[in-house]
């Protein structure tokens, strides 16, 4: 079960209760001149999925445990989010999959980087 992103943070646009990117209309988060905004302060999210980042880049954000702040790109290698099971993961926000520094995890509603569903983690077993 994903947790729910907390009161005002929306990871992407059109998600339930959040703004869609380039309405114009305000969410939860709000938008300004099509731009979603999100995190402390309000100031603009730089990207919304790793897509929109440069080759190389991934959209992540901190948490602090009740706000993100804004998405930002930021190198692949050093900004990855690790999977939820590692203390740091409480820190951060991944926008998107590409964030997660495992390939074995997918970024939940709530920016946690999880374990595919019937992955249990050990890396073991057999094909069928």
Request: charged content about 15%; hydrophobic content about 25%; aromatic content about 2%.
């Amino acid at each position: 079960m994903d947790d729910q992103p907390p009161s005002g943070n929306c990871v992407t646009g059109g998600a339930t209760g959040c703004a869609t990117e380039g309405t114009g209309a305000t969410g939860t988060t709000g938008t300004t001149g099509g731009a979603a905004t999100g995190g402390t302060g309000g100031a603009p999210d730089e990207c919304l999925g790793s897509d929109q980042c440069p080759a190389g880049q991934i959209c992540v954000a901190g948490f602090d445990g009740k706000e993100r702040t804004p998405l930002v790109c930021v190198p692949a290698g050093s900004g990855c989010v690790p999977p939820s099971s590692d203390p740091a993961a409480d820190a951060l926000w991944c926008a998107d999959d590409a964030a997660c520094c495992d390939p074995n995890t997918r970024c939940s509603k709530r920016g946690l980087c999880e374990p595919v569903a019937g992955d249990a983690g050990t890396g073991t077993g057999t094909g069928g």
